[in-house]
């Protein structure tokens, strides 16, 4: 699928997203593929995945960031459907120069259209962006390498981790966020969730403050 259109901070008006998400199986709801009214991506899908349709490509402008990206598709024995991405977005301008910053991603749904694995690895550190948290707020956040996504089979949520565990948050199947390691509330619930994980996220914060 070809686009090339600009997003700007409040949902766009994607016409053809539903028949879209019909043809292709795709069940998560809109929510994981725009951000929100404040310009907030859900952790799920950051910059490079957010805020387009999975299988999306061509060139954009998100806010007043620039971006594009192509992508592969494959469909695998599994009867899994896998996007493979590649792009570039421009972080800044000096001089008339453009500096960028690439990107590789890759996202993997199952046979009825449910996000299982998504991962994004950033060239450099990307801008900053904003990810929603468990009480509504939004945080800003640098990525420096990776944003990876994984769904826990048992209990059926998505596990996104940020740069090891840095950050973490728990969304269920449709992007909407459960817990965090950031908030107040979210980190209650996170320790609900995944103890262990929540131990995980307090260790290394305090090593990195210290």
Do not use: W
Not at 146 to 170: G, H, I, N, S, W
């Amino acid at each position: 699928m070809n686009a090339s259109l600009t997003i700007s901070g409040q949902n766009g008006v994607r016409s053809d997203f539903d028949d879209y998400r019909q043809a292709n199986k795709i069940k998560s709801t809109r929510f994981l593929y725009d951000r929100d009214e404040k310009g907030s991506f859900c952790p799920v899908r950051p910059l490079g995945l957010g805020a387009f349709m999975p299988g999306e490509t061509g060139s954009f402008t998100i806010g007043n960031l620039p971006l594009e990206r192509s992508c592969k598709e494959n469909k695998l024995e599994n009867l899994h459907r896998e996007y493979k991405y590649s792009g570039r977005f421009e972080k800044k301008r000096f001089a008339g120069i453009s500096f960028y910053c690439g990107f590789n991603a890759v996202e993997k749904f199952d046979e009825c259209g449910n996000l299982v694995e998504a991962t994004i690895d950033y060239a450099s550190t990307a801008p900053v962006q904003h990810f929603r948290l468990a009480d509504h707020s939004s945080f800003a956040y640098e990525v420096k390498k990776r944003v990876r996504t994984v769904l826990e089979p048992v209990q059926k949520l998505l596990v996104t981790v940020v740069d090891e565990y840095a950050a973490v948050f728990v969304t269920d199947s449709n992007g909407y966020i459960m817990a965090d390691s950031i908030s107040l509330k979210g980190s209650v619930r996170l320790m609900k969730l995944y103890p262990n994980l929540h131990q995980e996220c307090l260790a290394r914060q305090a090593r990195q403050v210290g």
